[in-house]
């Protein structure tokens, strides 16, 4: 399926010179995200994953059916200071500063197969940033996907060690 098509772009938000892919336009039609979400299960079946990671928000919204069709455990990435109990943080550097991602410390254990999913890869430090929290806590990175990629943006060079999956590509 062309889930291109699905995906309204948005010029100049949330700031002046950024193209916004939004996918909300895509979840909406239940066939097609039902389709989307099919597509990505079947790209990843193979692997022996024991958890879908998500990052907020829009990571919640495509990981956890993931997780649930592979009959896999959903751990949310959220921002620092949004999860009760005791969590493993990392900060990583962004365009303007830093930011601060936690999982809880339980949420995963030594030695299981982490698939990271999130709907847009632009530049990769996020999502590097949640390879480095699997990876501290002991766990392995099974793959990476993604609905939206940005291409000139080179992420899969900065993620290159890891399996690399996406569904619809953009130039910025």
Known sequence: MDYKKYIRVVEDFPIEGISFKDITT??????????????MVGRVKHLDVDLVIGPEARGFMVGAPIAYALGAGFVPVRKEGKLPAETLSVTYNKEYGKDTLQIHKDAIKPGQNVLIVDDLIATGGTIKAV????ENAGANVAALMFIIELEDLKARKLLNKYEFISLVKYDI
């Open 26 to 39: 895509l979840l909406k039609e239940g066939t097609v995200q039902k389709e989307l979400i099919d597509d």
């Open 131 to 134: 390879c480095d929290l699997v």
